[in-house]
């Protein structure tokens, strides 16, 4: 994220960076900071919060170099919504504290799963041009990182709501590595041409 908000500020534009990882992986910060408080996870509460703040900010500097902003805003509004509704579903119709945690989680699942997926709504672009400019090495080196990590942590915590979306996150990671080992050596070749 920091890379891709680096290239925007560079660019003085967003071109081809999509803001739907930013925020799906907000999103998915919200949601799991939720899911923390109801298994009373500090760790949990206090990684997402950093994240949440972090990825306000790379949207910030999106909306602020984007000239789309009537889409991005709409993308964000419906984003705001989502959670809200998610949330007042969960406190007001779950009224067992197991059955609360257990929604929240599949949430969590289904939406980290969605963020881990997000870069690869480029992989069209990827496959047509043959490159992967479009996406960022280090992101896909650190959602390895971050996945194995969580995984750990969910594996030691006895947790598959935190395990199994990150299972996914590892093997989109080698996904999304896979297609810069794939094109590397297309890349190397435009650029002797």
Not at 44 to 51: A, C, H, P, S
Not at 87 to 115: D, K, R, W
Request: net charge positive; hydrophobic share 45%.
């Amino acid at each position: 994220a920091v890379v891709s908000t680096q290239s925007t500020g560079k660019l003085k534009g967003t071109d081809d960076v999509s803001i739907l990882p930013f925020a799906s992986t907000a999103t998915s910060g919200f949601l799991w900071t939720s899911y923390g408080v109801m298994t009373k996870d500090s760790s949990m509460i206090f990684v997402n919060i950093i994240g949440c703040v972090l990825n306000c900010l790379y949207m910030f500097i999106y909306y602020w170099y984007t000239t789309d902003k009537t889409k991005v805003y709409r993308t964000l509004i419906g984003f705001v919504f989502t959670l809200l509704g998610i949330q007042l579903y969960s406190f007001c119709m779950h009224y067992q504290p197991e059955e609360a945690i257990n929604f929240m989680g599949l949430v969590c699942v289904f939406i980290t799963v969605a963020m881990f997926a997000s870069p690869l709504t480029q992989l069209k672009t990827v496959i047509k041009t043959k490159s992967t400019e479009s996406m960022s090495f280090p992101l896909a080196i650190l959602v390895c990182l971050q996945s194995l990590m969580w995984l750990w942590y969910g594996t030691l915590r006895r947790d598959i709501y935190i395990q199994f979306p990150n299972v996914c996150g590892t093997i989109l990671g080698l996904v999304q590595i896979g297609l810069f080992l794939f094109y590397w050596d297309q890349k190397s070749e435009k650029a002797q041409s």
